[in-house]
């Protein structure tokens, strides 16, 4: 899928002013929290308009209008946190570790806990009464524990199971509860019913939680593939038992039409109308003005070759600088409209099929300019020129072989740090035939980021924050991977978020999402994923999935590609 629109010459429009605001989710966890995490419960407060996030450690993140009452971070637990309730007044929540010890926050009572018996199987969660006056505790082999006005109304724990308990829940009465294996077996105690279970199924991961429709007469149960089990009144809203993702932890909406599941290491799906409120690594900031309300004003600069990407200088308060692809970088003065050449390496490059210069930026001084363009042999070169000396002088930093005309990347942004991030294509062709997304051995499918420092005769060096430095038979410079053709990503300057738009095959689109602190590392699945969409049977380790993914039957590329089919441009 090529990025460039089939006109040699385009209006170039710079946006002025954007009165959108942005607003990220709050969390009561520590900011920038280092991945991986454990997460180990989610729970949604009564209205479904918020949820917590709980780690092991006893760290609660807090989204939408779940409290943000505290939590354990610092504490020397004797033993993990295991699961947690919100209470039913959403103004308190409690938390349990494995050895029954429970912890109570907000409105939440203390009423007891099993904290110096001496269990014979360790606690695995814990559900609060309809009141919020008790609590169960429930241990792997199925032992009950009540407290406050919580009734005993049996338990597994004198019985052989084939798999042990791994979590309960309550009926809307709070006159009953059911406990559920690892291998989805349900036993029904007091006024809980019996509506099915998948204990006979060979499941491909085991059982990890399940929950209670609002009526008490179905109930849904989870396994760590993210399958989806419905019986009774429950509807299905949707399984992600597909996308080769492990998760941790699940909750559903109070009104049952949608749920969360968060990763171990804390990466959010929500289904159904589970509103997305946030995670501590993949939460999305939420728009507080729509987009179709944001209020935009435009300026037309003029007639530009082929533009492909625009910078500011820093030091050059009235000039903006357009890319064009043939080769030149054009400075535009702002006052007098006057255009005047800063570079023309266009002896260096050729433009036939996604060739050319693909993007550029400038140093935090403003002294250096780097851009990556395809050189005359077809390879991708990343190069520096110093401006403070006519004519600038070329360094080349690194080329990337490339094996099709199409699919370069080359977007550049150098951060305040100095480092500079570039993007990297799949090699081209269609379907990434070589697999090079998955290859982290070359950088073809990649986000890298190196300091264009010279090193030990290197031309640059690759900083030892980046994610695979030291990790052998992968390159060093690499920050995420799994990517088809991230034409354009960008930075958010408010809160340091990575945006990365991909260009798709043939039917999805995506956006992905990193933000800022994930530490990198994310592998975004293509070619096992297009977008949301499974694509083919290539294996892809732990993939992120894109926060936006649309078909094109909605649009065509996200960076603005001609529609060769519809022969316009959206």
């Excluded at 179905?218 to 509807?235: K, N, V, W």
Aim: hydrophobic fraction near 40%; glycine fraction near 16%; aromatic fraction near 10%.
């Amino acid at each position: 899928m090529w990025y460039q629109v089939p006109m040699r010459r385009i209006a170039l429009v710079l946006i002025a002013a954007a009165c959108l605001a942005i607003v990220p989710p709050v969390a009561s966890g520590p900011a920038g929290a280092a991945t991986p995490i454990d997460v180990v419960a989610v729970a949604a407060v009564p209205d479904g308009d918020g949820y917590i996030i709980v780690e092991s450690d006893g760290v609660v993140w807090s989204y939408g209008e779940a409290p943000d009452l505290g939590d354990l971070a610092g504490i020397g637990l004797a033993q993990p946190i295991v699961g947690a309730a919100i209470t039913p007044t959403g103004g308190g929540y409690w938390l349990v570790a494995s050895d029954g010890g429970v912890f109570a926050f907000g409105d939440a009572g203390f009423f007891g806990s099993t904290g110096g018996l001496a269990l014979v199987e360790p606690v695995v969660g814990m559900a609060a009464t309809p009141t919020g006056g008790g609590y169960w505790l429930v241990a792997s082999d199925g032992g009950v524990f009540a407290f406050g006005d919580a009734g005993f109304f049996g338990s597994t724990g004198g019985l052989a199971l084939v798999e042990p308990v791994v979590g309960m829940a309550a009926t809307p009465t709070g006159g009953g509860y059911w406990l559920v294996a690892s291998d989805g077996g349900v036993f029904a105690f007091g006024d809980a019913g019996f509506f099915g279970s998948t204990g006979a199924i060979a499941l491909d991961l085991p059982v990890m939680s399940m929950t209670p429709t609002p009526s008490g007469r179905g109930y849904r149960l989870f396994a760590l593939d993210g399958g989806e089990f419905d019986f009774g009144d429950a509807t299905f809203i949707g399984s992600n038992a597909a996308r080769g993702v492990r998760f941790a932890a699940a909750a559903v909406t109070p009104g049952g039409d949608g749920h969360w599941m968060v990763t171990a290491k804390g990466q959010l799906q929500q289904s159904g109308l589970a509103p997305r409120l946030g995670a501590p690594v993949a939460g999305p900031p939420t728009a507080e003005v729509p987009l179709d309300q944001a209020d935009l004003a435009f300026e037309t600069l003029g007639i530009f070759d082929e533009p492909v990407a625009i910078r500011s200088r820093p030091g050059d308060s009235s000039g903006v600088y357009v890319a064009e692809r043939s080769g030149r970088i054009v400075r535009y003065d702002m006052g007098s409209a006057v255009r005047t050449t800063l570079l023309d390496m266009s002896n260096l490059t050729a433009t036939d099929n996604e060739r050319g210069l693909l993007g550029f930026d400038f140093s935090p001084d403003g002294t250096k300019l780097y851009l990556d363009h395809t050189n005359l042999a077809g390879s991708v070169e990343l190069a520096e020129y110093d401006l403070t000396v006519s004519p600038p002088t070329r360094r080349l930093l690194l080329t990337i072989p490339q094996p099709f005309a199409n699919h370069n990347g080359g977007d550049i942004h150098v951060t305040e740090d100095g480092l500079v991030w570039a993007s990297s294509g799949d090699g081209g062709s269609g379907g990434d035939p070589s697999n090079n997304a998955q290859n982290r051995s070359n950088l073809l499918g990649t986000i890298y980021r190196i300091d264009p420092t010279p090193s030990a005769g290197a031309p640059y060096s690759v900083p030892g924050t980046n994610p695979f430095v030291g990790e052998a038979g992968v390159r060093a410079e690499i920050w995420a991977y799994g990517l088809r053709n991230p034409w354009r990503f960008a930075f958010d300057s408010a809160t340091g978020d990575l945006w990365i738009a991909d260009v798709g095959q043939g039917s999805r689109e995506e956006i992905n999402l990193e933000p800022a602190g994930s530490g990198g590392g994310r592998n975004y699945g293509w070619k096992a994923w297009e977008g949301d969409v499974r694509f083919s049977d290539v294996a892809a380790a732990d993939p992120f999935f894109p926060i936006y993914a649309y078909g094109h039957d909605q649009g065509c590329s996200i960076t603005g590609e001609w529609c060769r089919e519809a022969g316009l441009q959206r």
